[in-house]
């Protein structure tokens, strides 16, 4: 069992940045394939970013490439999302997820656990 907590969201001014931290509970951190998905009021979860367990592969959603950046710190129990350049259409719920998988995916349906998710709003 994992228990993810997201914190670092919040209002921001159009170009600004954000750093998202996850914090997960449990001893096998270090095995799970970490993803960050968001969620927009009326509109569908989406995949955002994904981190294997080793942290030696990552995918992007198009949308967010070259702004944002996934980090993992093992010894912690934390994955990161630090988001620059943020745009008002990156306004969203963030979720953060975790899953014990061979291949990193960016469907959400092979992650087997979920933050609560923090709202970071861009706006001026």
């Known amino acids: 069992q994992v228990q993810l907590v997201e914190s670092g969201g919040g209002l921001v001014h159009p170009g600004g940045s954000l750093r998202l931290s996850c914090a997960a509970s449990?001893?096998?951190?270090?095995?799970?394939?970490m993803a960050w998905f968001r969620q927009a009021p009326g509109k569908e979860r989406e995949f955002v970013v994904a981190?294997?367990?080793?942290?030696?592969?990552?995918i992007y959603t198009d949308s967010v490439k070259g702004r944002f950046t996934i980090s993992r710190d093992n010894a912690k129990n934390t994955v990161y999302l630090q988001m620059n350049s943020l745009k008002p259409e990156d306004t969203a719920a963030y979720y953060c997820?975790?899953?014990?998988?061979?291949?990193?995916?960016?469907?959400?349906?092979?992650?087997?656990?979920w933050g609560q998710g923090t709202q970071v709003t861009v706006s001026s």
């Open positions: 997820a975790a899953g014990r998988l061979v291949i990193t995916t960016p469907n959400p349906r092979n992650y087997n656990y």
């Open positions: 449990g001893r096998t951190f270090s095995r799970y394939t």
């Open positions: 981190m294997s367990s080793s942290g030696d592969t990552t």
